[in-house]
């Protein structure tokens, strides 16, 4: 009994973090199939089987549908290692400029999640410059 509840913690865990990216690619109204192989490949990199990426996020759409705060998904974020926070949040701007561009909307989000998730500025902008450049 206690492995099967450690896989439904692992899998709301994983669930909730693809959330977050969800809402970041759909906060400016616009989600791409683009944004959304972004989203499978850094699942995949968090260590999610391939073969389950299709369910968590299709489950992550309605959590993230059907929520109206980002809090439920940061306290996942919150918990990973420094080196996948980061990895999460280069993620999170790979999505916003992968239409070659960060509206109000999405630099917003950017800067409460950084404060949600105790990441200095400097680090936030020394990542988005990285990513902004890697889009020109």
Do not use: P
Request: aromatic share 8%.
């Amino acid at each position: 009994m206690f492995f099967k509840k450690e896989e439904i913690k692992k899998k709301d865990f994983q669930t909730k973090i693809c959330a977050l990216l969800i809402h970041a690619a759909k906060i400016d109204e616009n989600y791409t199939n683009k944004e959304e192989e972004i989203i499978k490949k850094t699942m995949s990199e968090l260590g999610l089987e391939k073969e389950n990426v299709s369910k968590i996020i299709e489950e992550a759409k309605i959590i993230e549908e059907n929520s109206n705060q980002i809090l439920d998904f940061t306290k996942e974020v919150k918990s990973l290692s420094e080196q996948d926070k980061i990895k999460i949040i280069e993620t999170l701007w790979t999505i916003i400029y992968s239409n070659k561009k960060a509206d109000i909307y999405e630099t917003n989000l950017m800067r409460r999640l950084a404060g949600l998730l105790y990441i200095d500025s400097k680090t936030m902008g020394d990542i988005r410059e990285k990513i902004k450049q890697n889009f020109k």
